[in-house]
């Protein structure tokens, strides 16, 4: 596709526009949880801007990355553990 940026989300395939952060890649999705707590509740993006860490994942190997401030990077792989 033609400006876009490919990259894989637990195993699917997504296409975003560049310029997108994995947060808005994973919430395109429609699954808002990224993420479980220490008591097992769902947790995603909250605050959009890196200070509350919900939308933590692991994005090319790098563990509690924060998802809203990444910008998406083309061949990028994001697992969640949800």
Known sequence: ?????????????????PGTTVAAAWVDLHAPAIRRSVAGQPRGPLCGMGICYEC?????????????????????????DR
């Open 56 to 80: 933590r994942a692991t994005v090319d190997g790098h563990p509690h990355t924060r998802t809203c401030q990444t910008p998406c990077r083309d061949g990028m792989t994001i697992t969640t």
């Open 1 to 17: 596709m033609e400006n876009r940026l490919q990259l894989t989300i637990d195993g699917r395939t997504v296409w975003v526009a």
